[in-house]
């Protein structure tokens, strides 16, 4: 009689387990005695399902993420829920073997489960909300079915107190799924590079010395602004993204400025506004009562009747339309349409350029659009299905408009119908008020032109009031 190695009864026992997960998974016959039960394959079990996290938030994970450790916390932490209700279960029913045997038989098989539910996001599916909801939905009661099936399987006693045990024990086996998302460990598998290597070291957002030094930054850019020139039609541009969440809301606000600066002459009149972890003692924060000084200050600054302010507005949005400003441990208040409109009003801001990249911002160009404005609104997530929320680089609608629009268009209003026309109408909308029409015609690449009541003035009287 031939006797199998140590280490091909382990595979072959790793593989009789696998095969017998798949069938209580889709719900095929299957019985506990086809299960491989000792500690070498609890151990086993555990780091297969380890790496087919590790592997499936590798394939659902964007560009420019990187590999760390974080992700262990939450795995150590739904194991340990796993072996305190096995244990509970093997005491309340006395039976030693359920502490080993059921977490097996659990993890065994919800690996089929954790494939079919990455899926949609691996294949990026483009599907009505409510089919994703629906989905959830699916995907919650198939795993309660497993814990359910599982017990059912380990548990060997007549029918009518086997279903009893496997309802009970099944409902216990999902507390994970439950308790982990309301406070459990939530850190992925996956960051972003820049956010892998700063999070540790980054100072918190609400500490004295990091508030202390916002207070100063915000004081420092408001200061450096620079007064309106008088007979020039001068540009004014605000950067804002508030939700800290996510890399490539910064990369906008960036990308914006350099180009506003470089190719429309707003260097010395335009600033950022911005919630990153990585910028905390270098740019002031996105919120509500900083964006109102920063408006209030260009108002200040600019002469009504022929400067032109552009706000740059990107981030999540809420239920209500609101842009989310988040940026933990900060408490900060999302920010709506109306807010915004007040906001340039109050300022005394006349003639306004708003353009808003988040998710269903039809409500922001309804609320926003009028005679003396120009409005571009985005929703990145109706052409792109990653792009609505943010992810950890530049959205789709910020590459087109700030890489491809405005560095190639001779005048802002060019720019922004190139924007709207290559994003098409389902992922955009333009609306440019009559009354700031003609202001936008002499805000051209390059930097301003001179307004309208110094165009024909001769070269020595513009020299005599130091006009450029």
Known sequence: MMVQSPLRYFAA?????????????????????????????????????????IALDGLRAQAGTAFTLNGIDGELFALGLLMITSGVLGALYRDAGTFIALPIVVLAAFLPVQVVHALPAIAALAWPEHWGAWFDVAMLAWMLAVCIRSM?????????????????????????????PLGGPSAAWWVGDEVAADDDDAPSPASEPVLA???????????????????????????????????????????????????????????????????????????????????QEIGAAMDADDDVAMLYITGGSNADHELQAVHPPLDLVDISPDAVK????????????????????????????????????????DAHPDGCEGGDAASPFAKVLFEHALRNADTLPAALTAAAAELGPVASRLSIGPAIAEHLTRLRRGGPIRSAALRDVSPAHRTALHVP
Do not use: K, M
């Not at 095929?28 to 609890?42: E, G, T």
């Not at 507390?175 to 982990?180: E, N």
């Not at 009003?345 to 659009?369: E, H, K, P, Y």
């Open 152 to 180: 059912w399987i380990v548990s060997e006693t007549p029918v009518q107190r086997r279903l009893l045990r496997a309802v009970l024990g099944g409902l216990l086996l999902s507390l994970p799924l439950w308790i982990g």
């Open 13 to 53: 026992a790793l593989g009789h387990n696998l095969l017998a997960g798949a069938r209580a998974a889709f719900f095929l016959p299957v019985r506990r005695a086809a299960f491989r039960v000792d500690l070498a394959q609890w151990l086993a079990i555990v780091i297969v399902s380890a790496l087919v996290d």
């Open 342 to 381: 007040q906001l340039l009003d109050n300022a005394g801001i006349r003639f306004r350029v708003v353009v808003v990249s988040t998710c269903a911002a039809g409500a922001w160009l309804d609320a926003l659009q009028d005679d003396n404005t120009a409005v571009l609104v985005a929703s990145p997530g």
């Open 213 to 295: 030094v916002q207070s100063a930054l915000l004081d420092d850019a408001l200061d450096a602004l620079e007064d309106e020139r008088g007979g020039v039609t001068d540009l004014y541009f605000v950067a804002f993204a508030p939700d800290a969440r996510h890399e490539g809301f910064r990369d906008e606000v960036e990308s914006a400025q350099h180009v506003l600066d470089e190719r429309f002459g707003t260097s010395g009149r335009s600033l950022v506004l911005l919630n990153n972890r990585a910028t905390v003692t270098v740019l002031p924060y996105a919120t509500l009562t900083n964006l109102r000084r920063a408006l």
